[in-house]
């Protein structure tokens, strides 16, 4: 299989978000295996005997796409193929991977929501989430979906690649920040200690649509017509969205969507 990039949009950065970071790491003999994966010099050794991994690339950021495409070539065990969100659920279904590499990109392109639509249509395909930063909703939604790995595009590509190769394996891979807050359970991994669930994580796919049309400043009429739907069931979605964020004022809404990086 040849590498391949499929074209795609727009990409924008996130602002980091900290709420990982402030609590005391697991005791070593309660970490998950992913922790024990090799990082990643011995990661690194090239080998003829070494199997070659088929790879979906997903992000929406073509010049991000087409750099990690000439590097992982060049690591010679990696047959990668990238696409845009639009493209994972097809690309995966064709290619059928060792492992997808799924860029989650900025809150506005709601990549996470593409990884949950493929996640859902392809539980057996192992998944490795990457991220601009580590960010709370993100973590949460990984957890929750099982992901077999979380990493930000803070990390070297030395470490990305050990990563990929460890969940490939059969392992899960965290990057640091996110591993020391899990723990292993019976029905799988959960954080802890549990933290509330973040802010934009407690509405609705339709409730979230709505939120920003209106933190953007559209009217009530103006978002139902957008959204496609009536301007009464509309207002009923306000209600329920501005209930659940515990705000208000209209205006609430746009302080918090400035807060959440979905708007500067």
Known sequence: MHPTSVTSDKSAPNNPDSEFEEDNPLP???????????????????????????????????LFREGLLRLLVMEGDFSPVTGAYAEARSLVRHFWPDLVLF???????????????????????RLLLLDESVRARHVHEAVAMKAEGYWTKHA?????????RCVASGRQSFCPEVEKHLRKTPSGL?????????????????EADLFLLL????????????LGIS???AEDRRARLMHKLKVQELADLTRLAIKEGLLK
């Open 156 to 164: 070297n590509f030395a470490k990305i690649v050990a990563a990929m």
């Open 215 to 226: 933190a953007q400043g559209h009217t009530l009429r103006q978002s139902a017509e957008r």
């Open 190 to 206: 959960r954080l802890d200690p549990p933290h509330e669930r973040p802010t934009m994580a407690r509405l609705t796919t339709p």
């Open 103 to 125: 860029g989650l990109g900025s809150a506005k392109q709601r990549g996470i929501d593409f990884a949950q639509s493929m996640r859902r249509e392809f539980p057996a395909v």
């Open 28 to 62: 070593a003999d309660e970490m998950l295996d992913g922790g024990a994966c090799d990082l990643p010099a011995r990661a690194s050794a090239k080998t003829d005997a070494r199997k070659i991994l088929r790879l979906v690339v997903i992000d929406n950021h073509e």
């Open 231 to 233: 301007e009464k069931k």
